[in-house]
Antibody
Framework: DVQLLESGGGLVQPGGSLRLTCAASGFTFSNYVMSWVRQAPGKGLEWVSTLSGGSSTTYYADSVKGRFTISRDNSENTLYLQMNSLRAEDTAVYYC???????????WGQGILVTVSS | EIVLTQSPATLSLSPGERATLSCRASQSVSDSLAWYQQKPGQAPRLLIYDASNRATGIPARFSGGGSGTDFTLTISSLEPEDFAVYFCQQGSSWPLTFGGGTKVEIK
């Protein structure tokens, strides 16, 4: 069974940084495109970033471009999201997701809450 | 950016009834459209990908249709566990975008 487990969330002040980690198991991690998707409290889903299996191709939402960096360590089956210059509007549950055919998200982690507040 | 508009915002139905949810795209996404179910406090779950393909383990009462700009998710006979929020998502072009969701509630 595919398992995705996020960690690293918490409370951070505006302008601060945080690094999210997603530990993957149950599939050949290096073969799959991976993404981060977030959901602000009581709101809908927002795609954040996508990274190819070999880390050669990345995509970012305009709302995070230049501030967030997606990366992976295939030897550790781990996906990361480095978040800098955090803003109040970045407050959300962040989900790690396995990508199907570059087009949809077929497995999701349980999510981790990031709160940006002073 | 492709905008996805879901309707209705809320659907009030009884168990056993048929549910039809709509998702309209601001421009053609071909068949690159997925549907997700989300229950309170849980992560989304993929139901349908590429407009009409059921994901692994999804019951046959869920079906998807449409292409281009107009799509539907149909639940043929609602089970108690189907009352949830449903989101559509396009994978045709970057940025990937989601619709605002339809809440299916018990009447």
């Amino acid at each position: 069974d595919v398992q995705l487990l996020e960690s690293g969330g918490g409370l951070v002040q505006p302008g601060g940084s945080l690094r999210l980690t997603c530990a993957a198991s149950g599939f050949t991690f290096s073969n799959y495109v991976m993404s981060w998707v977030r959901q602000a409290p009581g709101k809908g889903l927002e795609w954040v970033s996508t990274l190819s299996g070999g880390s050669s191709t990345t995509y970012y939402a305009d709302s995070v471009k230049g501030r967030f960096t997606i990366s992976r360590d295939n030897s550790e089956n781990t996906l990361y999201l480095q978040m800098n210059s955090l803003r109040a509007e970045d407050t959300a549950v962040y989900y790690c997701a396995k990508v199907l055919l570059w087009r949809s998200f077929d497995s999701w982690g349980q999510g981790i809450l990031v709160t940006v507040s002073s | 950016e492709i905008v996805l508009t879901q309707s209705p915002a809320t659907l009030s139905l009884s168990p056993g009834e048929r549910a039809t949810l709509s998702c309209r795209a601001s421009q053609s996404v071909s068949d690159s459209l997925a549907w997700y179910q989300q229950k309170p406090g849980q992560a989304p779950r993929l139901l349908i990908y590429d407009a009409s393909n059921r994901a692994t383990g999804i019951p046959a009462r869920f079906s998807g249709g449409g292409s281009g700009t107009d799509f539907t998710l149909t639940i043929s006979s609602l089970e108690p566990e189907d009352f949830a929020v449903y989101f559509c998502q396009q994978g045709s072009s970057w940025p990937l975008t989601f619709g605002g969701g339809t809440k299916v509630e018990i009447k």
